[in-house]
């Protein structure tokens, strides 16, 4: 939520700042601002223009009203919290006497008694933001006479919630001060010049080099250098890393969508996920758990928390984990998990699924989950982020940076770590010989060509998508690990083209949701490949009480499944898997088909309305 970029340097800031925000705009796109460091008759004032709506917008402001040059800057991408998305609500805010502008990400709990506190000595508020009491706060200790970073310093000791703050002083031209309270925040390290972003993408373009920061930092960067203090002012370090991707990841490679983009690179997102994972000795090794094998085996629980598309992988994961090392395991939304009182104990070990290492609701989770002593591993694709950091353990899914705003790479490679961690458990408690283990492995190496020969079916796809411009409703059916899938396919339906979609288990229908089926409304089937279990064939039964009633049947069956054709109004052809890792070629067409359909409605597929990438609020 909310995109944030400092620079400071030779180069100019504006430009600068505008390409970080452009490649940050998914985290949110309600308004966009800009402030910059600037000299006037030899003293420094600051230039700053914020629109709402999204960043071309103030792009377009900027080129017919130019800023001044600079080489000083900070600029904001937002997703509204406190205050309608208007451009008086935009960031950057400035303080009192327009001496210091400041952004900001996340939410200040005791903004309302901060601003009481102003207001009675005589500060006017234009906003309705928290925002805009932290740069008054800000501006209030520098006019005390101490530098921004000491201002920054002293208010951040005063201010309750999640934030990440990045401010410039007028008065002080060369220095950018920002600081971070469970809200994410990255430094990236140039020759001569450094950076302040939400995350990397926003200085990529200039140096793979980058600082991670912990809880409650102040960071101070200059053209010379960066230093870091706690809120307290006392010395601290940050973590340098290398960023093992470049700018061709963060651009579109020639696809309307970074969306359609990532679906496409699945195959290899997969692959690089499943990359080393079998050591010499044939046994599988999970090089980032942290946690030994004695602690592993000691687990008698396990409890998955995630939210949104993460939490559909959580299901998925659950039928691996109980099938294959019969664990009993749970999956909860975050955001239900600490209210609930949950029963955890040290042989709890709770799975946390979050693709951007950031999401609020998580990560409060696992600060419950830690505090009743369980163990938490994470199942991340952010390096650096806070989720993975603060977790005992951490499986990195090697999908590459996500952008489009629905998660679909981020979904498949969540599902390769979820198998993995399973097998993992399993070979480590024993409850699966070493060769049923490698044969699974074996299965999930071929995936990535299973994946990609659904894409390459991709135009029978956009076809049935086209028929469905302006549907009103679309139910999705699916069992056991395909259950998952069909919820999936519905929120992807739902948050890209906007259409009421919902998915359910098929045994369910009876139960009650039968009666939303009527003459022609589109069922997405997602059938169970035939085993020895009944999964198929009581699928088809769901299907035909459905098509009895009227419905318009799509089915997504594996290849030379003749028992459904009699049944389908269209058949979509998936390859032969396992029912356990049905969901890493069937969730593919259904993506397919919400970006296509969204596409064709005119809708923007990397920004839906409302949403943004990485909730870092509750
Ligand atoms: C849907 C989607 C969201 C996220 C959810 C969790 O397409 O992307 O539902 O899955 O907000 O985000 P992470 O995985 O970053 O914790």
Sequence with gaps: MCGIVGYVGSKQAQHVVIEGLRRLEYRGYDSAGIALVHSVDGRGAIASDKKSGKLANLDKAITESPLPESTTGIGHTRWA????????????????????????????????????????????????????????????????????????????????????????DARDPDRVV???????????????????????????????????????????????????????????????????????????????WFMRKEIHEQPRAVADSLLGRRGTDGLLQLDEVRLSDDDLRDIDKIIIIACGTSFYAGM?????????????????????????????????????????????????????????????????????????????????????????????????????????????????????????????????????????????????????????????????LGRHAGYPVALEGALKLKELAYIHAEGFAAGELKHGPIALIEEDLPVLCVVPPRGRDQLHDKMISGIQEVRARGARTICLAEEGDTAIVPYADVLITLPKVPTLLQPLVATVPLQLFACELATQMGHDVDQPRNLAKSVTVE
């Excluded at 309608?84 to 939410?107: C, E, F, K, Q």
């Excluded at 709990?109 to 906003?127: I, K, P, V, Y």
């Excluded at 950076?195 to 200085?203: E, N």
């Excluded at 250098?225 to 890393?241: I, K, L």
């Design 178 to 256: 920002a600081a971070r309270r469970n809200s994410p925040l990255v430094v990236g390290l140039g020759e001569g010049e450094n950076f302040l972003g939400s995350d990397v993408a926003a200085f990529i373009e200039h140096t793979r080099e980058a600082m991670e920061l912990g809880q409650d930092q102040v960071v101070t960067i200059t053209r010379e250098g960066v230093e870091v203090t706690g809120f307290d002012g006392s010395p601290a370090q940050g973590t340098r890393y290398h960023v093992d991707w470049d700018l061709s990841s963060a651009e579109k490679d020639g696809h309307d």
């Design 316 to 476: 998925v994961a659950k039928y691996a984990i109980e099938h294959w090392c019969r664990i009993p395991c749970e999956v909860e939304l975050a955001s239900e998990f600490r209210y609930r009182d949950p029963i955890l104990t040290q042989s709890t070990l709770v799975v946390a699924i979050s693709q951007s290492g950031e999401t609020a609701d998580t990560l409060q989770a696992i600060r419950h989950a830690r505090l009743q002593r369980s163990k938490v591993l994470a199942i991340c694709n952010t390096n650096g982020s806070t989720i993975p950091r603060e977790s005992d353990a951490v499986i990195y899914t090697h999908a590459g940076p996500e952008i489009g705003v629905a998660s679909t790479k981020g979904f498949l490679t969540q599902l390769v770590a979820c198998y993995l961690l399973a097998l993992y458990l399993a070979q480590v408690k024993g409850t699966r010989f070493g060769d049923e283990i490698n044969e699974v492995m074996d299965q999930l190496d071929e995936i990535p060509a299973k994946i990609q020969a659904v894409l390459d079916a991709e135009a029978g796809i956009y076809e049935l998508a086209a028929k469905y411009v302006g549907t009103k409703s679309v139910l999705f």
């Design 81 to 168: 919290t406190h205050g309608a998305p208007n451009d008086t609500n935009a960031h950057p805010h400035l303080g009192r006497d327009s001496r210091l502008a400041l952004v900001h990400n996340g939410i200040i709990e005791n903004f309302a008694e901060l601003r009481a506190e102003l207001e009675a000595e005589g500060h006017t508020l234009l906003s309705e933001t928290d925002t805009e009491v932290a740069a008054h706060l800000v501006e209030r200790e520098l006019t005390d006479g101490v530098d921004l970073t000491v201002a920054m310093q002293r208010a951040c000791q005063r201010l309750q919630g999640a934030f990440t703050l990045v401010a410039v």
